[in-house]
């Protein structure tokens, strides 16, 4: 099993727990800790290094010598990272191979030039490093001020003094001060970080120096780790991280206090100038947005683009001002929508599919063929089991579910086995946030009762021959991707199915319209609105109705809800198929 896997931004230290432990963890199997690196062959020394530990605290705990949480075991490892890190980063900086003399020779020669250098620069060609220096420490700049003329010439003094005496370690380094070179690595950045900025800072009394906000980039991070903590799905994290980086390009990297009005006009007018997907066009990815800006023949994006990058802005704006309420007083991207027809909001509208283009898919002729590749009619049904796929049974099954339950197709894609049991008189599917599986809200998570329909298919039937098989998930062949597991479903029946039906209509005509036929169906038949939101998991807006389990029995959804759901004209005995040699098929 590998140890080393990659996320958008970095790699990842991937331990998995050895079975006789995972009771001690509390039933986990793995855990990852980001490397903070997005280097393979550094990430994958690391990883090794990790590994090696890990082992050892694996080792501690069985012979009980140890009582450590996993929360204690990834700071372990943190620690580990941070160190290796550390010392990576300089040694990196230093380039040289002490055990190769012609490094040792060439590394002095570029000390004793980065040393005459020194000496003949100009005090005042330091100014603007001072400066950086100041804002990372948290100072406002006033050069008006008395006290800010003392700090920043003491500082420059300083700075110039650190730098010579950081050449003379380096030399002293490659020269092989017998000194550890981790220690001389430790004192030497602390020493850089510390020690002659705080003697001027702390020379001065702290009523006279206006600490200033932290960076955007800088509460950027921490509002990041804020969502990976609330468990919100990689992709949203993805989004939120490119579209903060894509502001602070627009409007600069700036205190958060200087952020103004100005800064939220100039962000959405310069977002409707750039092109949709400008990451991913090969005219655009390797271009700054100024460079961007300066070319002809741009097609903007659409105001409908823009309000989503400005409503992923505007959350992280929010979140500023409650923890950094001394810095933030207004919210500046609030009411900056660009905006939009009702006739393109009208064209971005899902639509539920009409009974005829429900017969039209679910016809037994067109739906098994280009599901399982099975043809029937004629003096007798073929079946095609030469050419059985990984995802042939997926695409059979899911559309069925779609159009009995009205589930999300990330719900019922990442459906496990265990999600699928006997409650009662009734076979239910339950919708839950776990370790493996999302929901979009928390009014998702729900228990659907499976429809009649679905049972005379034998769907229950085929849960529990997988079960019986040791899958974990009702639908295993489908791989785990940055959106969950329901890329090639999405690929499958809409772009392929649909289209070859002439049913598909881009963000209007897909999968999730089962989703819209079902929920119009129920008012149709005039099912209370509550029951409704219940089965289909809306918010109903209120606290104590946002998890429907705590109100309606899954009794209660099957005559109300359930029992509703029925189409005219679609011969559904005639999906039935034998799932059984199809999985058969698939393992030989």
Not at 29 to 49: A, D, M, N, P
Not at 294 to 315: A, D
Request: proline content about 3%; some cysteine.
């Amino acid at each position: 099993m590998r140890s080393l896997c990659k996320s958008k931004y970095t790699y990842l230290f991937v331990s998995y727990i050895p079975k006789d432990l995972q009771n001690y963890f509390a039933g986990k199997t793995k855990f990852r800790v980001s490397l903070k690196s997005g280097i393979y062959i550094e990430s994958r020394r690391l990883s090794q290094s990790l590994q090696i530990v890990m082992q050892r605290i694996y080792e501690e705990i069985r012979s009980m010598k140890s009582d450590l949480t996993l929360d204690d075991v990834k700071d372990i490892l943190r620690k580990e990272i941070k160190r290796s890190q550390t010392h990576s980063n300089y040694f990196s900086y230093l380039g040289v191979d002490r055990r190769d003399d012609v490094s040792i020779t060439e590394g002095l020669e570029r000390l004793e030039k980065e040393e005459d250098e020194l000496k003949n620069k100009k005090k005042s060609e330091f100014d603007s490093e001072v400066e950086t220096l100041l804002r990372k420490e948290g100072f406002k700049i006033d050069k008006k001020s008395l006290y800010f003329k003392r700090l920043f010439r003491q500082l420059k003094e300083n700075l110039i003094e650190v730098k010579q005496r950081t050449i003379q370690r380096k030399r002293d380094l490659i020269l092989g001060e017998r000194k550890s070179e981790w220690d001389l690595v430790d004192d030497l950045m602390e020493e850089l970080k510390h020690e002659k900025v705080k003697q001027v800072i702390n020379s001065l009394p702290e009523s006279e120096i206006e600490k200033e906000s932290p960076l955007l980039s800088q509460v950027r991070e921490k509002f990041i780790d804020s969502r990976q903590q609330m468990g919100l799905v990689e992709k949203t994290i993805s989004e939120y991280g490119y579209y903060l980086d894509e502001m602070m390009e627009i409007i600069d990297d700036k205190p958060i206090q200087e952020v103004t009005h100005s800064d939220g006009r100039t962000y959405v007018d310069i977002l409707g100038q750039l092109p949709v997907n400008k990451e991913k066009d090969p005219k655009y990815r390797d271009k700054t947005i100024s460079e961007i800006l300066k070319m002809k023949g741009v097609k903007p994006q659409n105001p409908q683009n823009v309000n989503k990058k400005l409503g992923r802005i505007s959350t992280f704006w929010k979140w500023v001002g409650e923890k950094y309420p001394d810095y933030v007083k207004e919210q500046v991207f609030k009411g900056k929508d660009l905006p939009t027809t009702k006739l393109r909001k009208r064209k971005e509208e899902r639509l539920p599919f009409t009974n005829e283009e429900l017969q039209e898919i679910f016809n037994p002729h067109s739906y098994l063929f280009h599901t399982v590749q099975m043809k029937i009619g004629g003096k007798k049904t073929e079946y095609h089991y030469h050419s059985v796929r990984t995802h042939h049974l997926p695409y059979y099954w899911i559309p069925l579910i779609g159009v009995f339950s009205g589930m999300r197709l990330d719900e019922i894609c990442q459906l496990r086995i265990e999600d699928v049991y006997k409650e009662g008189k009734h076979w239910v599917m339950n919708i839950r946030e776990s370790d493996e599986t999302k929901i979009k809200t928390q009014s998702s998570e729900r228990i659907i009762p499976v429809h009649s329909q679905l049972i005379k298919l034998r769907f229950h039937d085929y849960v529990k021959t997988l079960r019986d098989m040791g899958k974990d998930r009702v639908f295993w062949e489908l791989k785990k991707t940055r959106d969950g597991y329901s890329k090639h479903i999405g690929r499958f029946f809409n772009e392929r199915y649909l289209k070859k039906l002439g049913i598909h209509v881009p963000r209007r005509k897909v999968f999730h319209s089962f989703r819209h036929t079902v929920d119009g169906l129920l008012q149709y038949k005039g099912v209370r609105k509550e029951l409704i939101e219940g089965f289909m998991g809306h918010s109903h807006g209120s606290m104590s109705l946002d998890r429907y389990g705590d109100r309606f029995s899954t009794e209660v959804l099957w005559k109300e809800c359930i029992q509703k759901i029925s189409y005219d004209g679609i011969k559904w005995d005639q999906l039935k198929i034998d799932w059984k040699q199809r999985i058969k098929s698939i393992y030989e």
